[in-house]
């Protein structure tokens, strides 16, 4: 399983991803923005996720880091 770090523009944005990954039986937790990395709203989502990931984009997601091995390598940005 490939893990990420997904950065919202919103709390709310957040919060309705989890909702969907929780629908979806994806392992996905909230918490803190990595300090490395920036957010308008300052909570992210780590998810543990192996399929294309545009199959879980929407619009509430400002960009998807995959974490790998404590560095964060840029896969999606809006």
């Not at 790998?68 to 896969?75: C, G, H, P």
């Amino acid at each position: 399983m490939k893990e990420y770090i997904a950065i919202f523009f919103t709390h709310s944005g957040a919060i309705k991803f989890n909702r969907f990954c929780k629908k979806n039986y994806i392992i996905c937790e909230l918490m803190p923005v990595p300090r490395k990395l920036s957010s308008n709203c300052g909570i992210c989502a780590k998810l543990s996720y192996n399929d294309n990931l545009e199959n879980i984009i929407s619009e509430e997601i400002e960009k998807i880091y995959q974490v790998s091995d404590k560095n964060y390598i840029l896969s999606y940005e809006e």
